[in-house]
């Protein structure tokens, strides 16, 4: 995986990208929250012996774009509820979780390292990556985190995640900004 905080920054540039929601406290809460969740089934993996390759495992089910669906529809449904279900304000907020929650995935799939991602479960609990995997993956444990080798994940992830996203973000408000000023 990439790290928490990678997920994180991702869900900041995306809300800092995103002009056409309210972006209160509980938006940003909210956004960082869905963008780390997947790995939440880590609890699984250490706690409750589930092995990696089961559906519910580590990379399973709470990876794949079906979850990140479910998980948007329940946080647009709960914490957004003046919006008015299915309104044209609740499908934009549907759409902004959705997708940051389905981030965390595809993300995870183009690491170089660990169990691939069942990105079509629940259809099937295939794993997959990426041709193309250039993040270096995260070690699951703190200790290893804290060793060289988690330096080298981090500046691979500055490299691949932080600086594409953050650069996004940058134009983004620009744009917005020159179109409100225009
Ligand atoms: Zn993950």
């Known amino acids: 995986m990439p790290t928490i905080i990678t997920h994180s920054v ?18 940003w809460i909210l956004s960082i929250v869905c963008s780390s969740l997947p790995d ?11 092995p990696s390759y089961h559906f519910l495992g580590h ?14 529809f329940l946080v647009v449904s709960v914490f957004y509820r003046k919006e008015g279900m299915f309104s044209k304000q609740w499908w934009k907020y549907f759409l902004y979780f959705f997708i940051l929650t389905a ?25 997959y990556f990426f041709p193309w995997t250039p993040i270096e993956v995260s070690p699951l ?8 080798r988690g330096m080298t994940v981090l500046l691979s992830e500055l ?24």
Request: proline letters at 4%.
């Open 10 to 27: 991702v869900a900041v540039s995306a809300g800092v990208s995103t002009t056409f929601l309210n972006r209160s406290l509980k938006f």
């Open 40 to 50: 939440a089934d880590v609890i699984g993996y250490h706690w409750l012996y589930i």
């Open 59 to 72: 990379r399973g089910f709470f990876h794949s774009p079906f979850f990140a669906a479910i998980l948007s």
């Open 103 to 127: 981030s965390h995935g595809i993300l995870d799939a183009l690491t170089n390292g660990g169990s691939g991602i069942a990105l079509l479960s629940p259809l099937t609990n295939e794993r």
């Open 141 to 148: 444990s703190i200790s290893r985190f804290l060793s060289p």
């Open 159 to 182: 490299l691949w995640i932080w600086i594409p996203v953050l650069l996004i973000a940058i134009v983004v408000r620009l744009k917005t900004k020159r179109n409100a000023t225009a």
